[in-house]
């Protein structure tokens, strides 16, 4: 795949350029993101963005993924998202920020930057809303990165995420597919859509069609192959100078059978318990962190009856992607 880089557009990204827009809600603060990496849900995005944040005029929301433009915001109109999954509770119902005072406060840290990232994944699921509020509160001036993954793999990567953090109910990834519809009608969060999740044309055309050259795809097969090559293009797309990465390679949203249940046992309650979260995350770096985790799962992937009768159920949505981004654009997978 030669992922699709256009022309950085003028005037180039700088720290003396005031980058505030106008828009429904007046002026936007410069603690707003101008880049977002919207999804796709496990297809390597926290890699993406710690390799971005690598140089020094770029820098992410704290945490990573506030939601708001795709979740949110329907808590400024007196709608605040319950998820009611297992762990809902304890995961994606207490990341989301619910007004715009919480997602600028997730920007603070980086207001000064002139790359501001936001990559809440939720965004490329929910693109009809996501895509309204950032015209509502972003303007023009933006940036999008979507990420594209094997859609099997992704979606097995996603079983296998919530399977080790024991909130995952089903006995196999066949039973899970089987429980979906039921599931999402119970309002159980989006991770846990996982044949949903994966039709990727579906979700990316509206993005495609309102952001154009703006918006740009990468393979996480060549992310994961050559991370320097995929974010030095990148840097280069956002008008930076590339000089300034380092990028590290090494594998990203690793998924499998797990090697020690305690040790899981452990990462999940750094997760679930706020404080312990932050403290872990200030204490030991994200490579550090991401190579525990790795270090604990055994390779494991979806078997062929799983993954026959998935790619059967996206065979539709594989071939509108196909048309959709064109040969050059394609991954491997696709073709």
Known sequence: MNPHFPPALDPAIDPAVDRSVESTAGATSLARPNVLIVGAARAGSTFLVNQLTQHPLVATSNPKETHFLSLGHRAVDGEAPQFCGPGDDTSINTQIALSVADWENAFLPAHSTPVRIDASVSMLYYGEEAIKNVQRYLGDDVRVIVVLRDPVDR??????????????????????????????????????????????????????????????????????????????????????????????????????????????????????????????????????????RSLNLRGSTASEAARARLMDDLEDDLAKLRDLLGPSMSPQWLR
């Open 155 to 292: 979606a097995y990567s996603a079983f296998k995420y919530l399977e080790n953090r024991g909130v995952e109910l089903a006995e196999s990834f066949e039973d899970a597919l089987d429980a979906e519809p039921s599931r999402m009608a119970d309002g159980w969060h989006h991770l846990w859509h996982y044949r949903s999740m994966s039709q990727y044309a579906e979700q990316l055309t509206p993005w495609m069609a309102a952001f154009g050259d703006r918006l740009t795809v990468v393979d996480y097969d060549d992310l994961t192959s050559d991370s320097q090559g995929v974010c030095t293009r990148l840097i280069e797309w956002l008008g930076l100078n590339p000089e300034q990465l380092s990028v590290d390679d090494r594998a990203v949203n690793s998924s499998g059978e797990l090697r020690s249940s305690g040790m899981q046992q452990l990462l999940t309650s750094c997760r679930n318990i706020s404080w312990l979260q932050q403290s872990v995350k200030a204490a030991i770096p994200f490579e550090m962190r991401e190579r525990i």
